[in-house]
């Protein structure tokens, strides 16, 4: 099942304040059964697919928050297949011009965190837009894993020795 959980902030000084104590909890928080602070810090994506620094992603938040109207936090969750970042840019190209995500893999349930931005209020319908984009990427994705399943030899594609 896909979930897409998202808010928004609108333009203010306190807004990218906000952003950049987001893009640092979302780093270097613990694991979902570790409350502990993470030792190295996670790898976020932006909207061309580039791995970034945390730090990197710090400052273009602080400019873009400048420029665009909206900023969103958005989860976006699947209940047992992983995406990989071109999965969750599929999901979040067809909204937002600017985004940033960092990817949760290491919890009970994959999931990545968002910041995006644009000059639009999302509607309802936008937002379930993307709800049902991520379930057909979590569809597509899960689709390999399931098949091995159904034939009784795990995740190996030739059992055969």
């Known amino acids: 099942m896909a979930i897409s959980k998202a808010n928004y902030i609108k333009g203010s000084s306190p807004r990218i304040a906000n952003l950049t104590r987001t893009v640092h909890y979302y780093t270097w ?6 409350d502990a602070p993470r030792m190295t810090p996670r790898e976020w994506r932006n909207h061309r697919g580039r ?7 710090r400052e273009q938040v602080r400019e873009y928050a400048r420029h ?3 900023a969103y936090r958005i ?3 699947t209940a047992a297949t992983p995406l990989a970042g071109e999965d969750y840019g599929e999901v ?3 909204r937002f011009p600017r985004w940033y995500l960092v990817m949760h893999h290491d919890g009970d349930h994959p999931h990545a965190h968002v910041i ?8 309802p319908g936008d937002l379930a837009g993307q709800r049902r984009r991520l379930a057909a990427r979590e569809r597509e994705r899960g689709r390999p894993r399931a098949a091995a399943r159904g034939r009784g030899d795990g995740d190996r594609p030739d059992s055969t020795p």
């Open 29 to 34: 928080r613990g694991a979902a059964a570790d």
């Open 51 to 57: 791995a970034l620094h945390w730090r990197a992603v």
């Open 68 to 70: 665009y109207r909206y």
């Open 75 to 77: 989860v976006l969750s």
């Open 92 to 94: 979040l190209g067809a």
């Open 116 to 123: 995006a931005f644009t000059d639009r209020l999302l509607s």
